[in-house]
């Protein structure tokens, strides 16, 4: 096996593009076969550096890594021989149509009552017409002659697929500039580089039909690619999520402190019946199967993401995280506050609780209690049996429980209505800074 993930280097990759990346790294790497990543750079101008290095940069953060990479950018001279090979053949013929005019056309045969396909005028022209133009200044552009009939073949998603060549224009592959379009290019790419199974997204259904069309004049053996196609993702609503790809970009994701494991979880069993479980692309490679995933659109809900987001922060060892937390942040303090996570981020708001200056919360009716329990707060040493003996002197005193005890306490401490145990917690803000609260606080 000898799988592809074929980014375009203009823009940075989102959730989708994620889903695809992922999915070819896994079927890779459980068959034992090769992940190329191939940057598909033909479009110049809007093909950036920044792009491609963020690209490569993201797929790294995933955690995955590939055994061959290419650029569209360095093969031209292969597009420009297999190109050749078509012209010879009459599968590719040039055509002098501009914009404009190809526009009248399609307007005329929509009101004529027929589909808007190309109408073939530029194979009635000669060579000498073809001449004659070029001497004059005018660039052909190239289209690929279709076959006709239809092109079938067993999706591995979608089950049985077809396409109607003969519902389809010509598709162009070569530009007025000289330029080489996706639909040829991936196609060369795929045949010369061994690749034996493309999975991509459902939009590129009726590419696959032409594509397939395009190996086989190239020389290509009928099959020797399988094909599947994922069907895209939808928003939690249902709707488009092209709309929204801005806000699920990688780069935002990771910005706001989601977890490379758990998008892979979640990406890995999107769209199936299995349960998402946050891990590594080794840990969930050997699981991953393309025949459960579902034939219909898959729906991208953030809410789950960030759920297997706290399920895999909860369960993360002060090892796996020493490296990022704050200066001066132990075991204790992870094991403290991971349980409270629902982003990494927020480790840096309870290191300050711990070990800077916060803003303490009091209510005048709790002023009493605050007292009570600021004469009441224990010598150091403290451990984890502190708070609870601690609150018992308080509540004997006061006749408080439950949240009219706990609650002000934690307000007075942290700030906050809701936060790590403090059994554990306490030990790590420490008396001196405890008792400042307490009275701030009160007063």
């Given at each position: ?8 280097p203009?823009g940075?990759?989102h ?6 990346a ?19 750079d033909t ?15 993201d ?7 590939w055994d ?7 093969r ?5 021989a ?9 599968r590719?013929y ?12 399609r ?22 017409q073809?001449?004659r ?5 005018k660039?052909?552009?190239w ?10 073949w067993q ?19 070569i ?5 080489f379009?996706y639909t ?13 199974d ?11 039909g ?14 020797a ?7 895209l993702?939808?928003?939690?609503d ?29 990406l890995?069993a999107?769209?199936?019946a299995?349960?998402?479980v ?11 199967d393309l ?29 796996a ?12 303090f ?14 840096r708001d309870?290191w300050?609780v711990?070990?800077g200056?916060?803003?303490?919360m ?5 002023a ?5 329990a600021t004469?009441?707060l ?11 003996a ?11 429980k439950?949240?009219?005890l706990?609650?002000?306490?934690r307000?007075?401490l942290?700030?906050?209505?809701h ?22 606080a009160?007063?």
């Open positions: 096996m000898k799988v592809r993930f074929a980014p375009s203009t940075l990759l959730v989708g593009n994620a889903r695809i992922i999915a070819n790294w896994c079927l890779a790497r459980q068959r034992g076969g090769r992940f190329l990543l191939r940057l598909d479009d110049t101008e809007r093909s950036k550096p920044e792009f491609a290095e963020g690209i490569e940069e797929l790294r953060w995933l955690g995955l890594d061959e990479f290419l650029k569209q950018t360095d031209l001279d292969r597009y420009a297999a190109a050749e090979r078509l012209k010879a053949s009459g590719l040039p055509c002098l149509e501009t914009e404009e005019e190809l526009a009248y056309k307007e005329q045969r929509i009101r004529q009552g027929k589909p808007p396909l190309y109408d073939r005028a530029a194979l009635k022209m000669t060579k000498e073809l001449d133009a070029i001497a004059n200044g660039s052909p552009h289209r690929f002659l279709l076959s006709g009939g239809s092109v079938e999706d591995g998603v979608l089950g049985k697929r077809s396409v109607k060549l003969t519902s389809l224009s010509d598709p162009v592959l530009r007025a500039d000289g330029s379009l040829f290019t991936s196609v060369v790419d795929d045949l010369e580089t061994g690749i034996t493309v999975v991509r997204g459902e939009d590129h259904v009726t590419n696959t032409i594509q397939i069309d395009i190996l086989a004049a190239l020389g290509g053996r009928p099959g690619i399988r094909f599947a196609h994922l069907p993702l939808t928003d939690a249902g709707g488009p999520l092209s709309k929204r790809l801005g806000s699920l970009g990688l780069r935002q994701l990771r910005r706001d402190g989601v977890e490379p494991a758990a998008l892979v979880g979640y890995a999107l769209g199936s299995m349960d998402p946050p891990g590594t692309p080794a840990e969930v490679a050997g699981s991953y025949g459960k995933v579902s034939r219909s659109a898959a729906r991208f809900d953030p809410k789950q993401l960030l759920a297997l987001n706290r399920k895999w922060l909860h369960g993360l060892p002060f090892a995280v020493q490296d990022r937390l704050p200066p001066g942040a132990g075991e204790d992870w094991l403290a506050v991971r349980g409270n996570l629902d982003l990494f981020r927020e480790v309870w300050d711990v070990a200056d916060i803003v303490p009091g209510e005048p009716a709790d009493e209690l605050l007292r009570i004469e009441t224990p010598e150091e040493p403290w451990d984890e049996a502190t708070w609870p601690w609150t018992a002197a308080v509540a004997e005193r006061t006749g408080r439950g949240k009219a706990y609650l002000p306490l307000r007075a942290t700030g906050e209505d936060g790590p145990d403090l059994k554990a917690f306490l030990p790590l803000i420490g008396r001196a800074r405890a008792l400042l609260r307490l009275r701030q009160t007063g």
